[in-house]
């Protein structure tokens, strides 16, 4: 039995995010956390500027790229002093321009496109002071990182093999192992990938129950197609027209069978290296800056042994 592994992590994930809002809930006892985050976010990938972070907006054609953006709802859950654990639901929408890259040869290129991602993070936060306890002010760095999903727009290839026709429209038997057509169409759907989220941050804890603070976070992905630049097998359609079946079969056309089944993959494959873009190992990354505001609210904490 063939086991995705990607969808199996996705879920547990999902199950995860579930789990901690309840077990939060029951848990009144504790510190909890309620904010909100805005801020940028740019993709690092094949296609568009390599900046890690800071990406420029660009200032014509706003109708077309829109502007790089992040926007976040938060919930926290301090269990003591130092230690956090962060749920976001999260949406970002990046720009990949290569008219503004650095390189020589992407600027030449042109390519250029949009992305939009609905995201949902579970991140652990560690802070150097603990900023968590009741108190009036206080400032402290933090680390923290996680497991994230994201849903974002992907490339769809659909693949119909089909026989050549006659004037009248009619299937004609192929002569020889390529004497069929091949005709392919690019679409676009949604396809969701795992992310690795983590990064630093300074959070400043005033009046009591409000905290300020800005982080970077940076998120490799386990996709290549969120600039479009790759499409995964998984996001290929392929189909057999069955005018003319097999030897000895009600539903399974001949062109499904070698010579030309061999031929058809062929095909399929240079489709998919024609459309490729740049280096098919090394996945895109997401990456922000962001300022956000929270507030704590429930009964103060007891951080005792």
């Given at each position: 039995?063939?086991i ?55 200032r ?89 999903a ?5 490339p ?9 026709r006659d ?7 192929p ?31 005033f ?39 097999a ?41 922000t ?13 007891c951080?005792?042994?």
């Amino acid at each position: 039995m063939k086991i995705d592994v990607q969808s199996f992590m996705l879920k547990k994930v999902i199950y995860s995010l579930i789990a901690l809002f309840f077990i939060s809930v029951s848990y009144k006892g504790q510190r909890h956390e309620i904010g909100v985050q805005l801020g940028m976010s740019n993709l690092v990938g094949d296609i568009g500027r390599t900046n890690y972070i800071f990406q420029k907006p660009v200032r014509r054609n706003i109708a077309d790229y829109g502007v790089p953006f992040y926007g976040s709802i938060l919930y926290r859950m301090n269990f003591n002093p130092y230690q956090t654990v962060r749920l976001n639901l999260a949406y970002n929408h990046i720009q990949f321009i290569d008219a503004l890259a650095k390189e020589q040869y992407r600027r030449n290129r042109k390519l250029w496109g949009t992305n939009s991602i609905v995201e949902a993070d579970l991140i652990f936060e560690y802070n150097f002071f603990p900023v968590n306890e009741e108190q009036k002010g206080m400032l402290s760095p933090y680390i923290f990182g996680g497991l994230g999903a994201m849903l974002a727009s992907a490339p769809q290839l659909v693949v119909e093999n089909d026989f050549r026709r006659d004037a009248n429209g009619n299937a004609i038997t192929p002569t020889n192992a390529s004497d069929f057509e091949t005709n392919s169409t690019y679409t676009s759907g949604k396809k969701l990938t795992m992310a690795i989220p983590f990064g630093v941050g300074l959070k400043y804890k005033f009046n009591y129950n409000w905290s300020l603070f800005g982080e970077f976070m940076f998120r490799p992905t386990f996709s290549d197609s969120i600039d479009y630049s790759m499409i995964d097998d998984k996001s290929v359609k392929v189909t057999y027209n069955k005018d003319i079946l097999a030897a000895g079969s009600t539903s399974k056309s001949i062109l499904q069978e070698d010579p030309y089944k061999t031929v058809a993959e062929a095909n399929v494959a240079k489709l998919l290296e024609d459309r490729q873009v740049g280096n098919i190992n090394s996945k895109d990354w997401v990456n922000t800056f962001s300022i956000g505001l929270s507030y704590s609210f429930g009964r103060p904490p007891c951080y005792c042994d």
